[in-house]
């Protein structure tokens, strides 16, 4: 029990979990995740509109806006009864945990009232405009631009590893919209229709041979005057804002799905012999022992103040997970090296081997992730 947790919210949702993930919902559990995202798309879709029609989705959201005004506590055992029940990953995580909350920070009356509930409710998905090919992670060099013209904002630029945008309806771009601007100055945060014309998507294939990360490209793609999110220029504070919500809750969720990956590589280490290797062994007991550590971290980030660990989780996580993936390759010994079957399918540790190697670029990279350690959290200097 995580403390705080409000007496038999748990068991609450375990048993709704238990019961909805029987008939229709049945075939769903496990499906999706890491390298998977292509798994029964529409039927997690439909998974993610029952979810929303029976009040567990947007669990911290307040009461009038369709939300649980759930704890933190009540959020995170959630998430743990999520993943133990295998139920399948999320399609609308993005809205729901991402721009969600910076609506609900941001946003004029207006703009919730128009974008919570469909998001709320799984009739809209979202996809984030963050990354570029000559900024990456550094979200100050970012160089797609947008303009005021005709009561509409007219964006042109290219985003890059912008996961679920072929799936999506709505992104929000951080763009710039002060001709002449540097840096973190001039920028504004945007949300823009994917479905419209000027907005072109080609999908990214991965070494797991999926394609959840995507190139979006706008060329002259348009959005309503008030679909800015904060004011005009004040872009910066709003994506940090974004960045903040998303090292939320369900970190202990994804830790559960870790714990069973791990579980998968042990077994597989008794199985081949690999847990008699001394050195192999080693790095089992190691990952075991990294992994409660990273349990014990997101405790800590229960409370409204979060402090230097709520910075150091992305760095930690993503870098234990792309360890994780090495250990599950080397486990398999030389069988790890051939695919499976004769359709040449990769079996689950290889693909978490293959996916992990991206853990450490995608929501901001790791080099990115020291630089703001480094600045913002122990002061150091540039």
């Not at 806006?65 to 995580?93: C, I, K, N, T, W």
């Not at 090919?133 to 009561?151: N, Y």
Request: charged share 25%.
């Amino acid at each position: 029990m995580i403390p705080g947790e409000t007496p038999g919210f748990r068991e609450q949702a375990r048993a709704w979990l238990e019961e909805a993930l029987r008939g229709e919902f049945a075939a769903a559990r496990g499906l999706g995740g890491p390298g998977r995202e292509h798994e029964g798309h529409d039927l997690r879709l439909a998974w993610e509109r029952h979810l929303g029609a029976h009040g567990w989705t947007c669990l911290g959201w307040p009461g009038r806006y369709g939300g649980r005004a759930a704890s933190l506590a009540d959020q995170m055992a959630f998430h743990e009864e999520y993943a133990r029940a295998d139920a399948p990953a999320r399609v609308g995580h993005i809205g729901e945990t991402l721009v969600g909350p910076t609506v609900l920070e941001f946003g004029s009356e207006e703009q919730k009232e128009r974008f919570l509930p469909p998001i709320r409710r799984g009739e809209e998905l979202w996809c984030q405009g963050y990354s570029e090919p000559d900024a990456g992670s550094d979200l100050a060099a970012v160089r797609t631009s947008a303009r005021l013209e005709g009561g509409e904002w007219v964006v042109t630029g290219q985003k890059v590893w912008t996961s679920l945008a072929h799936v999506a309806d709505w992104c929000f771009v951080l763009c710039r919209t002060e001709p002449g601007s540097r840096r973190h100055h001039g920028l504004s945060y945007l949300l823009v229709p994917m479905r419209g014309p000027g907005v072109t998507v080609r999908p990214i294939t991965q070494l797991t041979g999926t394609s959840e990360f995507n190139e979006v490209f706008f060329d002259g793609a348009r959005t309503a005057a008030g679909n800015v999110l904060g004011a005009p220029g004040d872009g910066w504070r709003v994506a940090m804002a974004t960045l903040r919500h998303e090292r939320g809750a369900s970190t202990l969720g994804q830790q559960l799905g870790f714990r069973r990956e791990l579980a998968a590589v042990i077994e597989t280490a008794r199985r081949t012999g690999a847990a008699d290797d001394p050195v192999l062994r080693d790095r089992l007991v190691r990952a075991w022992l990294e992994l409660e550590v990273m349990r014990l971290n997101a405790l800590r980030m229960l409370g409204p103040d979060q402090g230097p660990e709520a910075s150091i989780a992305k760095l930690y996580w993503s870098e234990w997970h792309r360890r994780l993936g090495e250990l599950a390759q080397a486990v398999q010994g030389k069988a790890g090296l051939v695919k499976a079957g004769l359709v040449g399918e990769l079996n689950e540790l290889q693909r978490l081997y293959l996916f992990s190697r991206a853990d450490t670029i995608y929501a901001g990279s790791s080099e990115i992730q020291r630089n703001i350690i480094a600045e913002r959290t122990l002061g150091l200097p540039r």
